[in-house]
């Protein structure tokens, strides 16, 4: 048996890695166990965010949008491209190299910090405060102790009810990052972020992509103007978008027939080639022999627990996917700092009010904060101000005048309560919103911050501005 380690955590991705390195940081010895494997058998941390997730997504969104610009947008820059073609396997052979630098960039890391790795699936065999067992099952199994387990274990694809993935013709996110040829029909189920960035991926590279989502609102977490701009703007790139469906049948033999009533109740049947169903994700837990040791899980298998993470099992934490609140990478991160923080009998914490969100469509959707739907619903008197990037010259330098910047602030206070971006490079400049949130700002202080010329953060400090109906460039 190894040495007792101070934090063992279980799960390499975003939380896992970033629990291990930060835990190894503040003087632990700390232990990491995952079981990602790449195809060769090699160890591949970053979990979900890193092998199947938020890096080769956005690989593939880089090269699919490269590619549509080469074919539609470089000819008004006076760039003639004849003869375009795409060469899939090329584009995913690159894909996987980032995918590589990323797992290659962990393991570095945890040298660094000093972490030990152990490739396997790990679960726990016993102990208690004292000291927890935990099993790794991995090419030698092995088994060690640690005063304090963080678990990371994440989250996998939630599959339609009877219908399996098989990764051929009915594809996860897994399988919607490898598709070998463009496919001719693309369905797909479920028209949230996966959905749509993967539906963005295929049809810029030339499928016919049918979303078919079972809500009768499009987007219905995101500010309603940005929702609104953003139907308008994907249906006119092509992407057929069916809303308030109830699928009733797939069957997939050599293509997928997908059987529904659409949202007026009419029968409907689709054929596809490839069918992506993304309608959300399922905390994992398999593997970690939960009961063993009496660690609850709700109703839906999270991990409970309470908003400092802390388990029903006493120096058990549990971060990331697999517990509550949204599924994001950085979500997880910050749990993961705050946990290992609080070990170290610091006060990490996470403010759950400014996690900003992303949907790396084109244009881009990025928003932190509140909603002008949610304050109408809280009473809530508020101001709201917007400035669209048609009015700013480096997005006209760029040729890419879609979408705005939005923000609401407290009608009295000022206060920021949230800000809204739809448009090139929402993902960064979301950015500014969190910090002057985090930092209690006022939607005058933006306003009366220098911002660089020419650049799109001007269509942020201009939102700010309109808020109190004073744009200086519309
Ligand atoms: C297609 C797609 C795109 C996404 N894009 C984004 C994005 O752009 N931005 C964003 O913020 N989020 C994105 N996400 C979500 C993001 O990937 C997750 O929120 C994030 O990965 C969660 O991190 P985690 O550490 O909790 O779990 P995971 O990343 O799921 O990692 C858990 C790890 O633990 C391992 N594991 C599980 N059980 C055991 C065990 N018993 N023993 C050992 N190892 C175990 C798993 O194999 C995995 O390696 C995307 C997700 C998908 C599917």
């Known amino acids: 048996m190894a040495e007792p380690f101070d934090v063992a955590v279980i799960g390499a991705g975003p939380g896992g890695y970033i629990a291990a390195i930060r835990a190894a940081q503040l003087g632990f010895k700390t232990a990491c166990i995952d079981d990602w494997k790449t195809n060769d058998g090699k160890p591949a941390p970053g979990g979900t965010c890193t092998n199947v997730g938020c890096i080769p997504s956005k690989a593939l969104l880089q090269s699919s949008e490269n590619y549509e610009h080469a074919g539609?947008?470089?000819?008004?820059?006076?760039?003639?491209?004849?003869?375009?073609?795409?060469?899939?396997?090329?584009?995913?052979?690159?894909?996987?190299?980032?995918?590589?630098?990323?797992?290659?960039g962990i393991l570095y890391l945890f040298k660094k910090n000093k972490v030990t790795f152990f490739h396997g699936m790990g679960g726990f065999a016993g102990g208690g405060p004292e000291g927890w067992q935990v099993k790794v099952a991995g090419a030698k199994d092995e088994t060690l102790t640690a005063k304090r387990v963080i678990i990371a274990t994440g989250s996998k694809p939630r599959p339609l009810p009877g219908v399996e993935f098989d990764?051929?013709?009915?594809?996860?996110?897994?399988?919607?990052?490898?598709?070998?040829?463009?496919?001719?029909?693309?369905?797909?189920?479920?028209?949230?972020?996966?959905?749509?960035?993967?539906?963005?991926?295929?049809?810029?590279?030339?499928?016919?992509?049918?979303?078919?989502?079972?809500?009768?609102?499009?987007?219905?977490?995101?500010?309603?103007?940005?929702?609104?701009?953003?139907?308008?703007?994907?249906?006119?790139?092509?992407?057929?978008?069916?809303?308030?469906?109830?699928?009733?049948?797939?069957?997939?033999?050599?293509?997928?027939?997908?059987?529904?009533?659409?949202?007026?109740?009419?029968?409907?049947?689709?054929?596809?080639?490839?069918?992506?169903?993304?309608?959300?994700?399922?905390?994992?837990?398999?593997?970690?022999?939960?009961?063993?040791?009496?660690?609850?899980?709700?109703?839906?298998?999270?991990?409970?627990?309470?908003?400092?993470?802390?388990?029903?099992?006493?120096n058990v934490w549990a971060i990331g996917d697999v517990v509550r609140g949204p599924m994001l990478a950085h979500k997880a991160e910050e749990e993961a700092v705050a946990v290992a923080e609080r070990i170290a009998g610091?006060?990490?914490?996470?403010?759950?009010?400014?996690?900003p969100w992303v949907i790396y469509t084109s244009p881009e959707i990025a928003w932190v904060g509140k909603t002008e739907q949610q304050l109408k619903a809280e009473g809530a008197a508020y101001r709201a101000g917007s400035f669209p990037f048609m009015a700013n010259g480096r997005a006209r330098a760029l040729g890419d005048t879609r979408g705005f910047v939005k923000f609401v602030a407290d009608a009295k206070t000022d206060r920021i309560l949230g800000m809204h971006a739809i448009g090139p490079l929402a993902s960064e400049l979301i950015a500014e919103g969190v910090v002057a949130m985090e930092f209690g700002a006022a939607s005058e202080d933006i306003a009366r911050i220098c911002h660089a010329h020419p650049s799109l953060s001007e269509a942020v400090k201009e939102a700010a501005l309109a808020v109190d109906k004073r744009t200086l460039n519309l």
């Open 72 to 104: 539609h947008a470089f000819a008004e820059h006076g760039i003639e491209v004849n003869g375009l073609t795409v060469n899939i396997a090329q584009m995913l052979a690159r894909k996987d190299k980032v995918v590589r630098q990323n797992n290659e």
């Open 167 to 314: 990764n051929q013709l009915i594809l996860d996110n897994d399988g919607a990052l490898a598709i070998p040829e463009v496919p001719k029909r693309l369905g797909v189920i479920g028209a949230g972020v996966i959905g749509l960035e993967m539906g963005s991926v295929w049809r810029r590279l030339g499928a016919e992509v049918t979303v078919l989502e079972v809500l009768p609102t499009f987007l219905g977490v995101v500010d309603e103007q940005l929702a609104k701009e953003a139907w308008k703007l994907f249906t006119k790139q092509g992407l057929a978008i069916q809303l308030g469906v109830s699928i009733t049948k797939v069957a997939a033999k050599k293509e997928v027939i997908v059987d529904y009533t659409d949202a007026n109740k009419k029968n409907q049947s689709a054929t596809f080639d490839k069918l992506i169903v993304s309608i959300g994700r399922v905390p994992h837990t398999a593997g970690l022999n939960a009961e063993s040791v009496g660690l609850k899980l709700d109703e839906r298998g999270f991990v409970v627990v309470g908003d400092d993470c802390q388990t029903n099992l006493q």
């Open 346 to 355: 610091q006060h990490g914490h996470v403010d759950f009010n400014t996690i």
